[in-house]
C-alpha cells in the first residue's frame, strides 16, 4: 500500500467521523450515537500462525436504524519470544451494519474496509532499538453478529469477520483434512452456487465482543 493510498483512507475515515453525527442528527428521534470499549481475537498473523492475538480497542456506531456506522480502532504491543523485537499494531476498521430486523436482540451482516499498520522495533542485547519498520496493508471484510440490548443506553454485542477477502483469487486451493492451509483460504464452501467462479478466499479471522453506551 502507497503513502499516497494510506493518506487518502484516513482522510476518508476522519471526513466519516465528522460528517456522520450530522447525518444521525438528521435522522430525527431514532438517531442514535453508541461508544465503547471492546477486546478482539484475531487469527491468521504472522507471529501466531496457529493461535490467535488479543487485541483492545474501541468503537463508535452511528445510527439506529437497520444500517449503522461503524468505527473502530484496536491496539496490540509485546515482545517477541527471543526477546529480539517489539510489535505494535494498530488495525482501523471502517464497516457498514445491516439490521434485518430489530428488536432486544439484533443480528446483523457486515462489511467494510480496514487499514492495518504494524511497527516493528528490532531490538539488541540491551533493549536497545537497533531498526525502526512500519508496514501498511488495505484490506476488506466481512461478516455477520448479534447485538442484543439490555437497555436503550447499552448493548452487548459479538460478531466474527473474515479479513483480507479477495475474489477471483487464482492460487486458491482447498487444502485436504491432512494438509495444513497456506495463504489464502477459501471463504465459501464448494456446496455454494459459483463458488468455483467466485474464487472468493481471506487470509485471517477476527472474533469481536463488545458494550455500546447509546446516546
Do not use: C, N
Request: net charge positive.
Amino acid at each position: 500500500m502507497t503513502a499516497r493510498m494510506w493518506t487518502v483512507g484516513v482522510a476518508t475515515l476522519a471526513a466519516g467521523l465528522l460528517l456522520a453525527p450530522a447525518a444521525v442528527q438528521a435522522q430525527g428521534a431514532g438517531g442514535g450515537v453508541g461508544i465503547g470499549p471492546r477486546i478482539t481475537f484475531v487469527r491468521g498473523t504472522a507471529e501466531a500462525p496457529d493461535g490467535s492475538q488479543r487485541f483492545s480497542g474501541g468503537m463508535i456506531r452511528l445510527g439506529s436504524g437497520k444500517s449503522v456506522l461503524e468505527l473502530a480502532m484496536d491496539y496490540r504491543a509485546g515482545l517477541t519470544g527471543d526477546l529480539t523485537e517489539r510489535i505494535k499494531d494498530y488495525p482501523i476498521q471502517a464497516s457498514l451494519l445491516l439490521f434485518p430486523v430489530r428488536g432486544r436482540f439484533a443480528p446483523y451482516l457486515l462489511g467494510g474496509v480496514g487499514w492495518y499498520s504494524q511497527h516493528v522495533q528490532r531490538l539488541g542485547p540491551t533493549q536497545s532499538v537497533l531498526e525502526d519498520e512500519t508496514t501498511r496493508k488495505m484490506g476488506y471484510h466481512a461478516g455477520f453478529g448479534g447485538e442484543a440490548r439490555l437497555h436503550r443506553h447499552l448493548g452487548l454485542y459479538g460478531d466474527y469477520r473474515y479479513t483480507f477477502i479477495r475474489f477471483g483469487d487464482d492460487e486458491l486451493t482447498t487444502p485436504t483434512a491432512d494438509q495444513r492451509p497456506s495463504g489464502p483460504t477459501p471463504l465459501l464452501p464448494t456446496w455454494v452456487p459459483f463458488a468455483d467462479r467466485l474464487r472468493m478466499s481471506h487470509e485471517g479471522s477476527m472474533f469481536t465482543w463488545g458494550a455500546a453506551f447509546y446516546f
